[in-house]
């Protein structure tokens, strides 16, 4: 934390380290200026001060000055695990990378065909070491990635030359005396034949070889040699392995320095020369065909950077540049005038936490489209950013899912495209140790009793028992009685093989850990006393999947769904799902819009409620106790153990737009009087239904194919969805105006709005701001603002009407705030800030206004819907509710889908949902109440069991009946599959896609339209586009395409006016971008001519400015 890091820069001292030397003592955080709400409202960053005792000594008096320093504010995450940074929330995610250590890899010799071996070392900071076997078998080192050298070398060079006081006639005794017992194989001799190469006989010899190869152009000298030495392995400021890198130095070299003689230390943080012979030793005993290369996918070998380590390494940064200001102000203050805070530069610091957290590839905006979104977008882990992969440079291995990943990472989740791989999400039960590694939980397997064991009752003999003597006491498959034990106790014997019984006791496992293991299913059959019931046991072992005896079994998996993530676990039956599709489920639930009235699955995972509680999205006691009132913005609850007159207080969010533009409302699910506990759901969110996750509704749905208008994925729905508001949601986007002080005056917030019509003005108050409430369209002014103009020489008649009329007639123009094309609303929010009421502000900005416009947006053709099951689809037709197709009861479905989009697709999942869902709708309208199932991912329903809901209700068990096409009353021909899909609206939505353009801005240099909505630009028209009208030979269309309709500035212009006119478009001119090119062929010193059919030289006109041409919206 913290304290280490100031413990690493502290002392610092000055140059010459004789005149002055500062000290980082105790620190604190203080309070937060403002609360969480004021930095969402006021765009600031919810943070805390930091304060810093520093000591400043003074060598030459030794006089100590004490100051508290204020070393800027860091951000504060919030009880939710976010940052608030200007106002919007963010996240830091987790980074998986490569864990600090050694690495063996191996590779074949070409020539001999034989594995040679190589091995890394990675320190948390500072020089790599890579050691490598050549064909000949000697021994190279390379330091960092410089020339390489005989490995030993860098031995004699680190203080492998001679023993303390010990025989010096043979240079090389003492390093092969400590190899021995690990360079064995005769025909080798790796280190013999190293040292043969190696021309060195002292270690001063060896550390001037060492420094010439790091160092090519300096004379070499001992002194300088053994400093560069020291400083590049042996100084902590230089070289950190990090308690991980340390950890997992000693993991894997104890075995080898065991058999070496040496020890290895457990708590140094640089590498030592003992490590350095371990390293050597190993790759030597791998060499010699004892162990295997290291797998650098293998999550034993990558470990989470969390949050906490991540800003630890940003403040880091900071902390460096600002012991370097701090170093160069000590050369040049007066030593009567130094003190800490004079010394101490706070900027670095600030800067470098600003630029992590604003820049970094590693804090990103959150994703709160709703709470699914809001829980991965925090378990995300991702190997991109800095010290990282790049997307470049990563390729299919690193991608790939390995064995390692089995309860630690999700293999499902993960983007499509470029990042496939490389971002993943932690699975259900997965947890990170102290190191950083990934943790998942295993119920413990007990193979073996000791007769002090207090349940040692409960155990059965897995062989025959004897006493020392002989005498049997228990046969195999009895139970341990009194009088066995006793005899035992009277023996004081060991320990006894029982029948493997799997107890209740937790382990948490990390992949190293797990590597060795045999691993049960957590489906795997049991009796009731816990033992396995078959002789053999379907298991895991490394990347294989053996039938083990239970004997071997030393874990069993907690839960089926340990393997996947929150997301992947809330499909119903994942398990009848091809994977590609299951991903895209996975995500595609994350885009879900939160809806009007949220309604809970019918046929859910049974995971609902525990992801919608840990969302952060929903209100959640902290206590137990009472409520005493609720309204629709608090809930107010008398705690159980609370003094007296002590009360808590929830505030609901009433209608707050999220990070996506989706609305974040709670709304109370208690009442007054009801006892609740620290824990219980309060209050439901925006996509929460009595506290459990609901992003979509349980909808009819038919598959069956009509009239094409389902064909490729499209999907019919029934208007009765528009009518009722089944799939409407509330979008708020926020628009903002500055006023600000410009160099030809201050900006102004006004009414007053040159040449526009009072019916324009209607909605506006005194101030020229929207009234709350006002019914907004694409156009109307938000916010009325008038900006100074640049004053022009006046004429004697404008002379006048100023000294008539004053500043009235002053040069102004209407900068208002207008809502975007394409988006209406009522205005919900209007907040205003002003520099004068003490609002912080931009530098510049006297008033900021900020008006929130919210829309409902029913569903609608060209809105895009999916299911759990990555069956996605795009809406095509809204049919009359009476057109749709019905049931024998005469209900009309709801949807129809495209039957086509299953079988190649493999997602069967849906159908099972279908008849499921189906089944307990039924079930619960003959009910009178909704029964919903929960059905586990590999642990769900069977067939057979979805048969007999079927049955139950009293429906048919194909789950398909015979429909009547909704027009003519005709039965259709054949059975259709019906039932209840859970279905979700996407954050795809038509209304944010759908633009058009006739004129609008242009392009400067090109003078061509510019692109995309945002900048309201035209459709691309381009090469391909070409070819189709040249085929065509539509000649006319391409030439208006390619000139009026692009980039002929005055063709244009004169087109648009004769269409107003009805006048005849006259001919086009010359395109802007070939003038462009003619411009820049000049450039390159060409002198180009144009020539007419006639072979005469046209002229264009220099400056299109010549001509007054009416403004058609250029930039």
């Known amino acids: 934390g913290l304290r280490e890091l100031l413990d690493e820069i502290s002392p610092i001292q000055d140059f010459t380290g004789k005149v002055m030397e500062l000290r980082f003592k105790q620190y604190e955080f203080g309070e937060p200026k403002y609360s969480e709400l004021e930095c969402r409202t006021r765009d600031l960053t919810f943070s805390k001060p930091l304060y810093v005792d520093v000591e400043l000594l003074i060598k030459e008096t030794g006089e100590i000055q004490s100051q508290r320093v204020y070393m800027g504010d860091f951000p504060t995450m919030t009880g939710q695990g976010t940052f608030i940074i200007n106002g919007a929330e963010r996240v830091v995610v987790s980074q998986l990378v490569r864990s600090p250590g050694v690495y063996y890899t191996a590779t074949e010799d070409a020539a001999t065909g034989r594995q040679l071996f190589s091995a890394k070392v990675i320190p948390n900071r500072g020089a790599w070491l890579e050691f490598e076997t050549a064909a000949r078998n000697q021994l190279y080192v390379k330091v960092d990635r410089k020339r390489k050298l005989e490995a030993s070398k860098l031995l004699r060079a680190v203080g492998w030359d001679y023993p303390e006081g010990g025989d010096r006639s043979d240079p090389n005794a003492y390093m092969l005396r400590t190899f021995e017992r690990i360079d064995t194989d005769p025909d080798a001799r790796y280190l013999q034949v190293t040292l043969e190469k190696d021309a060195t006989t002292t270690r001063q010899e060896a550390l001037i070889e060492v420094y010439k190869k790091l160092r090519p152009g300096d004379p070499p000298t001992g002194d300088n040699a053994e400093k560069l030495v020291e400083s590049l392995f042996f100084n902590f400021r230089r070289y950190d392995l990090g308690r991980v890198g340390r950890y997992k130095f000693n993991k894997k070299l104890d075995p080898v320095a065991e058999k070496m003689g040496i020890n290895l230390p457990r708590d140094e943080r640089t590498i030592t020369r003992e490590d350095i012979a371990a390293i050597v030793g190993h790759l030597i005993d791998l060499n010699n065909g004892h162990g295997q290369a290291d797998d650098i996918d293998h999550l034993g070998n990558r470990r989470i950077r969390a949050n906490g380590e991540l800003i630890q390494n940003a403040f880091r940064v900071g902390l460096l540049r600002m012991e370097r200001v701090v170093k160069e102000r000590m050369t040049i203050q007066e030593i009567d005038k130094a003190t800490p805070n004079a010394l101490i530069n706070i900027r670095p610091v600030v800067a470098a936490m600003k630029e992590f957290f604003g820049g970094s590839q590693l804090s990103q905006f959150m994703d709160q489209t709703n709470p699914l979104a809001e829980l991965t977008s925090k378990r995300r882990l991702s190997a991109l950013g800095p010290g990282g992969l790049s997307r470049e440079r990563a390729g299919f291995d690193v991608r790939d899912v390995h064995h390692s990943h089995y309860g630690r990472i999700c293999p499902i989740e993960t983007p499509e495209g470029p990042n496939i791989g490389l971002i993943g999400s932690l699975a259900t039960y997965g947890r990170i140790n102290e190191y950083g590694f990934i943790e998942t939980p295993y119920r413990k397997v007990k193979r073996s009793v000791s007769w002090d064991e207090p349940e040692i009752g409960r155990e059965s003999a897995d062989a025959d028992v004897a006493t020392k003597s002989g005498t049997v006491v228990l046969k195999k498959g009895e139970l341990f009685t009194k009088e066995a034990v006793a005899e035992l106790k009277k023996q004081k014997a060991g320990a006894f093989p029982i029948r493997p019984r799997v107890t209740e006791e937790i382990v948490y496992l990390a992949a190293y850990d797990e590597e060795e293991r045999y691993v049960a299913q957590a489906n795997a059959s049991l009796d009731e006393e816990g033992h396995f019931a078959d002789e053999r046991v379907p298991a895991r072992h490394r990347d294989q999947f053996p039938e083990a005896r239970p004997q071997q079994i030393e874990f069993m998996d907690v839960s089926p769904k340990q393997v996947v993530s929150v997301a992947t676990a809330l499909i119903p039956f994942l398990e009848h799902d091809d994977a590609n599709r299951a991903l895209m489920g996975s995500n595609m639930q994350r885009q879900a819009v939160p809806l009007l009235e949220p309604e809970a699955p019918v046929v859910g995972t049974g995971m609902e409620a525990r992801a919608a509680r840990d969302s952060g999205q929903v209100l959640v006691g902290r206590r137990d106790g009472t409520v005493l009132s609720v309204t629709a913005e608090q809930i107010t609850v008398e705690p159980a153990d609370g003094k007296a007159g002590e009360l808590d207080l929830y505030r609901l969010e009433k209608f707050v737009r999220s990070n996506q533009g989706t609305c974040i409302n709670q709304r109370p699910i208690v009442d007054v009087g009801m006892r609740i506990a620290a824990g219980q759901v309060l209050a439901d969110s925006s996509s929460t239904d009595l506290g459990e996750l609901a992003l979509g509704r349980n909808v009819l749905v038919a598959f069956m194919s009509w009239e094409g208008g389902n064909y490729e994925d499209a999907i019919v729905v029934s208007d009765r969805l528009v009518r009722e508001d089944l799939f409407t949601s509330i979008h708020i986007e926020k628009h903002e105006l500055e006023s600000r002080d410009t160099k030809l005056g201050p900006e102004e917030i006004t009414r007053d709005i040159p040449n526009v019509g009072e019916e324009s003005l209607k909605d506006l108050d005194e101030d020229g701001i929207v009234y709350i409430g006002a019914e907004v369209q694409p156009g109307d002014i938000l916010v009325g603002k008038i900006t100074p103009k640049g004053e022009t020489e006046l004429t004697a008649e404008e002379r006048l009407l100023r000294a008539i009329f004053g500043e009235k007639a002053r040069e102004v123009k209407d900068s208002s705030l207008r809502l975007p094309h394409g988006e209406r609303g009522k205005v919900v929010d ?228 004769a269409i107003v006119k009805g006048e005849d478009i006259q001919p086009p001119g010359v395109p802007e971008s070939f003038k462009v090119l003619i411009k820049e062929l000049q450039s390159l010193g060409l002198n180009v001519e144009i020539l007419n059919e006639n072979e005469e030289e046209i002229h264009f006109a220099e400056d299109a400015s010549a001509y007054p041409l009416p403004d058609l919206g250029g930039i």
């Open 830 to 1057: 209007v907040r205003e800030f002003n520099r004068d009421r003490g609002d912080e502000l931009m530098p510049g900005v006297n008033r900021l206004i900020r008006v929130s416009v919210a829309a409902k947006r029913k569903i609608s053709v060209g809105d895009k819907m999916a299911g759990r099951h990555g069956n996605k689809g795009v809406v095509a037709k809204i049919l009359p509710q009476e057109d749709m197709p019905f049931l024998p009861d005469g209900t009309p479905v709801d949807i129809i889908l495209n039957p086509l989009g299953v079988p190649s697709r493999m997602n069967i999942g849906q159908i099972l949902e279908t008849h499921l869902g189906w089944a307990l709708h039924e079930q619960g309208r003959q009910a009178g109440h909704r029964i919903s199932a929960a059905t586990a991912v590999f642990d769900g329903a069977t067939e057979e069991q979805i048969r007999d809901e079927l049955r139950t209700a009293g429906l048919p068990e194909s789950g398909k009946t015979t429909l009547h096409d909704g027009r003519t009353g005709e039965a259709f021909d054949r059975e259709v599959t019906v039932g209840y899909i859970y279905m979700l609206k996407l954050h795809h939505l038509v209304e944010d896609k759908i633009h058009a353009r006739s004129t609008g801005p242009y392009s400067l240099i090109t003078q061509q339209p510019l692109g995309g909505k945002a900048q309201f630009g035209g459709q691309r028209f381009g090469e391909m586009e070409v070819w189709a009208l040249e085929a065509y030979g539509a000649a006319n269309i391409l030439q208006e395409l390619l000139t009026v309709k692009s980039d002929d500035v005055m063709g244009r212009v004169q087109t648009y006016e």
